[in-house]
C-alpha cells in the first residue's frame, strides 16, 4: 500500500513538473570516477560546472600500486579544490575483484585500509565538499558480506559505519578544515529485484535514513529503459522518504549494451541511413562502431546513425532531469570524455565510450585541434546547466 501511494505521488509530481523537496536545488557536475587523472581543466572550462565528482581505488594504494604521497592524479582533485571547484569525492573499495572479505572490526586489516584512507584524505581532505563512503558496494563486496552474519548485522553495514566515524574522526583532527557532507552508497541496479532483496542494500539505505551524520544516500542509473528510473527511485523512497538522493553516475549503458548486436537497417530509418552512405546491407552496431573507432565514419554520422534507430531514446538528459527534480536528486554528475574504450567493439563489448560530452577517442581532434563533442549528450547537458 504503501508503495503504491509512493508511486502516485510521484507520478502527480511529475506530471506537475514539481521537485520533491523544493528546499534543495538540481545541480550537475563532472564524473570522473576512477580516473581523476584524466581531469583536463581546459575542457573542465569549457563546461559550466561546480562539481567535481571522482572515486580512486583506494585498494591500489594499499597494495602498492599507487603511492598515495606521490600520486598526481591525487593532485588534480586538489587542484580542482584549489581552483574553486566542488569536491564530490569518496572510494572504490575493489574487496570482490580481489576475492576479500571485509576486515573485522578492530583488525589489523581494517587498521591498515584506514591508514591509507588517511593518507589520501590528507592529499585531499581540505577540498571534499561530498564524503562519499563507497563506489558500487553491492557488486563490490563479496556476496557473504552482504548478508546477515550470526550476530544479525550485515558486514557491509557495519564496516561503512565505521568507515563514517573514522572519516569524521579524521576531521576533527583537522579543526580548520569542514567536515564534508557523508552519502551512504553509491548503490547501482536498483530497480533489479534482486537488488532490492539484499540484506546489503536494503539496510545500507536504511542505515542512510537512519543515522544523522549521513546526510542521503547515492544511486547509479545505468539503465536499459527509462521506466528503471523511477523503478530504483521508488525503491529508495520507500526506505528513505525525505533525504536526499545524488546521482554520480547515469546513462543509458544497458540500452546501449542491448542493441549492440542490431542490425543499423533493422527499420525503415535505418535502412535509409545505411543506403544514403553505402554500408553494408546487413552492417550491425557494433560493427558500425568499430568502423567509426577505426577512424573509418565522418563525425557527420554519429548522431544520424543514433537517430534512425527506433529503440534509441532521443534528449533522455531531459529526461532524467524530470525524474530528479521529482524525487530530490539534488547532484548528478556526468563524464566529460570517453571511458572503457575500444577500436574493435563487440556484441559483448561495454558501451561507456557512447555516454560522455566529447568523443576524443571515437574521432581524431577538429580542424581548429579541438575535441569533437558529442552531439546525443552534449548540447542537451548544456541546456540543463542553465537550468540550475
Not at 581548429?368 to 546525443?376: D, H, R, S
Request: contains cysteine; hydrophobic residues 40%; proline residues 6%.
Amino acid at each position: 500500500m504503501m508503495m503504491s501511494s509512493l508511486k502516485y505521488i510521484f507520478a502527480v509530481l511529475l506530471i506537475c513538473g514539481s521537485s520533491f523537496n523544493p528546499v534543495f536545488s538540481q545541480q550537475f557536475g563532472l564524473n570522473f570516477n576512477h580516473n581523476p587523472e584524466n581531469i583536463d581543466f581546459k575542457y573542465v572550462k569549457k563546461i559550466n560546472v561546480e562539481w567535481i565528482r571522482a572515486t580512486p581505488r583506494i585498494l591500489d594504494y594499499v597494495d602498492g600500486l599507487l603511492i598515495a604521497e606521490t600520486d598526481t592524479a591525487l593532485q588534480k582533485i586538489a587542484e580542482a579544490g584549489k581552483m574553486g571547484y566542488r569536491i564530490a569525492f569518496g572510494f572504490r573499495w575493489d574487496f570482490k575483484r580481489r576475492n576479500l572479505t571485509l576486515p573485522e572490526p578492530g583488525s589489523a586489516n581494517e587498521a591498515a585500509y584506514f591508514k591509507t584512507v588517511d593518507k589520501i584524505m590528507d592529499r585531499v581532505g581540505a577540498y571534499v565538499d561530498i564524503f562519499k563512503l563507497a563506489n558500487e558496494p553491492n557488486l563490490e563486496t563479496i556476496d557473504s558480506d552482504l548478508q546477515y552474519n550470526d550476530k544479525g548485522k550485515v558486514p557491509l553495514v557495519v564496516f561503512t559505519e565505521r568507515l563514517m566515524n573514522h572519516i569524521i574522526a579524521y576531521y576533527k583532527n583537522h579543526p580548520t578544515w569542514t567536515l564534508p557532507e557523508i552519502y551512504a552508497g553509491s548503490l547501482p541496479a536498483l530497480f533489479e529485484k534482486k537488488q532490492q532483496q539484499t540484506p546489503g542494500v536494503y539496510e545500507l539505505i536504511k542505515f542512510a535514513q537512519s543515522q544523522a551524520e549521513v546526510k542521503g544516500l547515492a544511486v547509479h542509473l545505468h539503465i536499459a529503459d527509462t521506466l528503471q528510473i523511477p523503478q530504483a527511485l521508488d525503491f529508495v523512497r520507500t526506505l528513505m522518504p525525505n533525504k536526499p538522493i545524488i546521482v554520480p553516475e547515469f546513462s543509458l549503458f544497458r540500452l546501449y549494451n542491448k542493441h549492440f548486436g542490431d542490425s543499423i537497417a533493422g527499420n525503415a530509418k535505418g535502412l535509409a541511413f545505411v543506403q544514403k552512405y553505402q554500408l553494408p546491407a546487413h552492417i550491425k552496431i557494433h560493427e558500425w562502431l568499430t568502423l567509426v573507432n577505426t577512424g573509418k565514419i565522418p563525425y557527420q554520422q554519429w548522431e544520424e546513425m543514433f537517430l534512425s534507430q527506433d529503440w534509441y531514446i532521443p534528449n533522455y538528459l531531459h529526461t532524467y532531469y524530470r525524474y530528479f527534480k521529482a524525487y530530490n536528486v539534488v547532484l548528478a554528475t556526468y563524464p566529460l570524455f570517453q571511458q572503457g574504450y575500444t577500436k574493435e567493439v563487440k556484441v559483448s563489448s561495454d558501451s561507456w565510450f557512447l555516454n560522455p560530452l566529447f568523443l576524443q577517442k571515437s574521432y581524431n581532434p577538429d580542424p581548429f585541434g579541438e575535441y569533437y563533442t558529442n552531439p546525443l549528450s552534449h548540447p542537451d547537458f548544456t541546456k540543463l546547466l542553465e537550468k540550475q
